[in-house]
């Protein structure tokens, strides 16, 4: 509705409703009158965000001497990395770009509800859905990329006079994966954000200041347990030994 239109999706709708139908009639999806959505506005902030973040710190790398942004993002690297190696060994280094992609995005999704101008996009379940999605594909791949067509020996049980019973089992246990990571993130986020506005629009200062760090709490929670739970799935996906 446009009475909850953020500031930012309004001057879309307002200004280039033409380009949001362009891309919404790519998908099939028949044109609007204001085709822009917050969440997908806000993911554009977060990506360009990031963008501009990592493109300052690239100019800026330094072997010698530091600064701090590039200690944080090291401090990061090494927190991801040794997750990531605590569950794969060595060679999850090769994994380590979706890792701290699908982290780091997330974390600051959620984040950035914080800015008053702004809400996190990760309350709503298509972002959701996407970040689930981009995991469900990503393990997937990199089982087939590792094991060939044997990856599917996976879903066939440990005996293969199990197979007609694990098959199904294991295929379920699969797709329930992206819709488990969807709902878990989106309703913390949801239910997060909604906490904290209620208490900002009740009380001043004190109060809200808590709430605030209640959701970053919340926020970092959900970012690392999704990661987490995208390593433990790769790990499986590309095991010799499952």
């Known amino acids: 509705m446009q009475e909850s239109e953020l500031w930012i999706t309004r001057i879309f709708n307002d200004r280039f409703s033409s380009l949001g139908n362009a891309a919404l009639q790519l998908v ?22 990031l963008a501009l973040l990592f493109a300052f710190l690239r100019a800026r790398l330094s072997v010698s001497a530091p600064g701090r942004l590039q200690q944080t993002c090291e401090l990061f690297y090494g927190f991801v990395s040794g ?12 994994y380590l770009s979706f890792f701290g992609t699908i982290f780091i995005f997330i974390l600051v ?7 008053p101008v702004f809400e996190s996009p990760t309350k709503y379940a298509p972002v959701t859905l996407g970040c689930a999605m981009a995991t ?7 089982g087939i990329w590792t094991h060939g067509f044997k990856y599917i020996l996976q879903f066939m049980g ?3 006079w199990l197979a007609i019973l694990m098959f199904p089992v294991e ?14 993130l989106y309703a913390n986020m949801f239910a997060g954000e ?11 200062l004190a109060v809200p200041v808590v709430f605030m760090g209640l959701h970053l709490f919340v926020g970092l929670v ?19 030994g499952h």
């Open 171 to 184: 295929i379920v246990s699969h797709l329930a994966r992206p819709l488990s990571l969807t709902i878990r």
């Open 222 to 240: 959900q970012a690392f347990i999704f990661m987490l739970l995208t390593i433990s799935y790769v790990a499986g996906s590309v095991s010799h």
């Open 28 to 49: 099939g999806i028949h044109p609007q009158a204001r085709p822009w959505a917050n969440y997908i506005l806000m993911e554009l902030v977060v990506f360009l965000f």
């Open 83 to 94: 997750q990531a190696e605590s569950q794969m060994g060595h060679a999850s280094a090769r």
């Open 109 to 115: 999704a959620n984040m950035i509800g914080l800015v």
């Open 194 to 204: 909604q906490v904290t506005l209620v208490f900002i629009s009740l009380t001043y």
């Open 158 to 160: 440990p005996k293969w």
């Open 136 to 142: 469900f594909i990503y393990y997937n791949l990199m």
